[in-house]
C-alpha cells in the first residue's frame, strides 16, 4: 500500500478498507530511529482506533521517550496494563459501597468505557476529555457531563494515589455546573408527601394503584429523619448502628473519612421497626441479602403520587428539607449543620446560611417591635401625666 506523507515528521499514512463498513479508512504509522535502530509502527485506524496525524506524533514522541509500549508490547503484556477497565474494577475492589449504585455503574459503562476504557492513563490527551465533553453535551445537562468526567478523574487520582501506572499531567477541564439548588418543600407539599408515604396503597398520576414499597418509605423517612444521602441509606450496616450509645456510622460519606452522626427518635423507630434476619448484613438488603442497589423508580413512584414537583429528587430533596429546616430554626449553627450533614468544606454548608439568617433577623424584628411598643407605650403614659 502506498505511504503518504502528513505535515508531521515521521507520521504517514496508509489507505485501507474500513473495519465492518463500507469505505476507505486512513491507518497511521510512526517512524523513528532509537538506540540506533530504526522502528516503523503501527499507530491506529482513522476511525476504528479514532486516530490522528496529531495524535500520532503524540505517541510516536512518547515511544522515543520510552513513556509508551509498542502495540506489540501491549499485547504480550495485557496483564500488566492498568486500562482505566482495569482502574474502574480495581477502584470498585476500594470502595464496596459503590458496586451496587447503578447510576454510577451506568455513567462509567454508558459514557466513559466505549471510548477510553481500553487505554491506560497516559495513553489519554485533553483531545480524548473534550470530545466527551462536547458529545455529552449535546443530550445530556451539564451535570451528567461533569459527573461522567468527574469518573476520569477520580480514576487518575486513585491510580496516582496508589502508584499503580503512570498518569498523565494535564488537568481535566470540568464543565461548569451550578449545583447550588436548595430543594425545599412548604408545608403543604410535606404534609401530602409524609400522608402518601405513610398510605398502604398510592394511585400513580396515569391511575394505576400500587402498594406502597416497604423499604422506599423506610429510606425516604430515613432522609428525611437524618439529612444522610441515598447511597449512605441504601449501604447502611446494622454493624454501623448502635443503638446502646445512640449514633449511626458512616462509611466515607462522599468520599471523605468515616462520619458519626447522632441517632435521634425518628431515626431509631424507623431502625427498630426495620426487619431483621439472622446473618443480614445491610438494614435495607437487596437480593440474597446483598447491598441494594437502587430503589429509584419507588422513590418516583411515592413523589408523583404527592404530586411534588417532577424536578423535585426525593431522596437527595429531603436531605435538603432537613438541612432546610434546622437552618431556618435559628437553634444550629452552621458548623454543627455541617457536622450532621458529613460535608467536607463549610462552603458546601454555606448555601444554607441564608434561611438562618432570616429567621435571626425576624426575631432580630420581633424584639425591635417589642421595644417600640414599649416606647410608645411610655410616651403615651407621659402625656396622660402632663394632662392630669
Known sequence: MKRHATEYPGIFYREARRIGRPGMERVYYVVFKKAG????????RQYADDMTPARAARIRGD???GRRLSRKELREGQTDRWTLDRLWLAYLENHPTLKALSTEASRYRLHVQPTLGGKTPCELVPLDLDRIRLRLSKTLKPSSVFHALEIVRRLLNFARAKELCPTPTFKITMPKVDNLKTEDLNAAQLERLLHTIHSETITTPGGK?????????????????????QGE????????????????????PKGGTDA???????ARDILKGRPRTEGGA?????????HRADVSKQFQAIRDAAGLPKDFRPMH?????????LASSGKVDLYTLQRLLTHKTPGMTQR??????ETLRAASNLAGAVLTTQDVDQGAGDVQKARA
Not at 535502530?37 to 491506529?44: C, D, F
Request: proline share 4%; net charge negative; hydrophobic share 45%.
Open 37 to 44: 535502530k530504526l522502528y516503523e509502527e503501527k499507530a491506529g
Open 63 to 65: 515511544r522515543i521517550e
Open 209 to 229: 394503584i400500587m402498594l406502597v414499597d416497604p423499604d422506599a418509605r423506610d429510606a425516604m423517612l430515613m432522609a428525611l429523619a437524618t439529612g444522610m444521602r
Open 233 to 252: 441509606i441504601l449501604g447502611l450496616a446494622w454493624a454501623d448502628v448502635d443503638f446502646e450509645r445512640g449514633f449511626i456510622t458512616i462509611r466515607s
Open 260 to 266: 458519626t452522626i447522632p441517632m435521634n427518635d425518628a
Open 282 to 290: 445491610y438494614v435495607f438488603p437487596g437480593r440474597f441479602g446483598g
Open 317 to 325: 430533596g429531603l436531605r435538603h428539607v432537613f438541612a432546610s429546616h
Open 352 to 357: 444554607y446560611a441564608h434561611l438562618r439568617d
